[in-house]
């Protein structure tokens, strides 16, 4: 039932795409992810499409990059209309692994904060971080699994195979603020997420210890170019 659940989401998405998003740029984001992307700092997104658009390219990849406080998650709490990442301003700078998924060609990423915490143990059970939240959608395409894979397949070649770089962006992913026990609770309670909700298992089982999430390694979110140094992201060909 939870899966069935899950993947009427998913179908709810395409639809209104295929309804509303036919021949547009379509950018589909959570509400705790926020996109950064190359000269976000000095260029409009729209600037990024019309580009994409010049070089023929038809979806952008996003990592998703886990954001958490120093400290304990219930120690700022947050207040509505706050900029998360004021709170949420830490993050892993490595501490992932990435494979190919040979059914749908997408890279498959995985670890940061989730993995290295809540699945210490099976970090192949841990939250896939990869995403291309940005296309240029067509009645035809699709998304099968959130906007972590998409049909046709191509659409999730955002990588070069040769050894160069392609443009891509990261989505801070403000979830570790103090309401992320009672979120982790309610969903949970509902049991629609993927995999019979594990990974919402994981985070309750840990909970209880109130993990802190914030370790030595850990770096401070500054802008878009610190991320590219990292190795999070690139501007790739776009100058």
Partial sequence: ASYKRARFGVDWLNWLQMKYAHGHWALTVDPDEFLVYPFCDTRPLRALTDWLDASSIKSFSAMLLD???????DEEPYQAGQNPIEIASWFDSGNYTISRN?????????????ARVFFPDEPAK???LNKVPLVKWD?????????????????NQVY??????????????????????????EELQRNE???????????????????????????RYINWRQLEILGLMSKGNWA
């Fill in 67 to 73: 954001m958490y406080p120093k400290g304990r998650l």
């Fill in 102 to 114: 040979r059914r749908f060609g997408n890279l498959w990423i995985q670890g940061g904060p989730r």
């Fill in 126 to 128: 841990a939250p896939a």
């Fill in 139 to 155: 009645r035809r395409y699709a998304y099968v699994s959130s906007t972590h894979t998409l049909l046709p397949r191509g659409l």
């Fill in 160 to 185: 070069d195979e040769w050894g160069g770089e392609k443009a891509s962006g990261v989505l801070l992913h403000a979830k570790f603020l103090d309401t992320f026990g009672a979120k982790a609770a």
């Fill in 193 to 219: 997420h993927y995999a019979a909700s594990v990974e919402y298992k994981a985070y309750a089982a840990q909970l209880k210890d109130d993990p802190q999430l914030w370790c030595k390694w850990s770096e």
